[in-house]
């Protein structure tokens, strides 16, 4: 069984910092690719950021020079260092993993989600 905790979350005023934490555990081979998703109340999930094993990183125009993605490939985790937080920025943030599982006999790709950590931005 694979599973996927974040941390980090919190109350910051505008302007403020926050650094997520995402650590994968259980049956992981490989990492494909790790991604940070958020969603705001009343509002679908939105992807933020993405980085494959290898480094290459995707932004969502409103946070990118503000948000910055890394990857650890043998700790099974990705983070999010959050800068120059707005009101906007508010929102549960959630994980998500493309990994190679291993399963009985075999290896397979598999997605997974985390629970979600809130971030509030709020003076």
């Known amino acids: 069984q694979v599973h996927l905790v974040e941390s980090g979350g919190g109350l910051v005023q505008p302007g403020g910092s926050l650094r997520l934490s995402c650590v994968g555990s259980?049956?992981?081979?490989?990492?494909?690719?790790m991604s940070w998703f958020r969603q705001a109340p009343g509002k679908q999930r939105e992807l933020v950021a993405d980085i494959t094993s290898g480094g290459s990183t995707h932004y969502a125009d409103s946070v990118k020079g503000r948000f910055t993605i890394s990857i650890d490939n043998f700790k099974n985790a990705v983070y999010l260092q959050m800068n120059s937080l707005k009101p906007e920025d508010t929102a549960v943030y959630y994980c998500?993993?493309?990994?190679?599982?291993?399963?009985?006999?075999?290896?397979?790709?598999?997605?997974?989600w985390g629970q979600g950590t809130q971030v509030t931005v709020s003076s």
């Open positions: 259980g049956s992981i081979i490989g990492i494909n690719s």
């Open positions: 998500y993993a493309d990994m190679n599982i291993q399963l009985l006999t075999e290896v397979r790709s598999r997605a997974y």
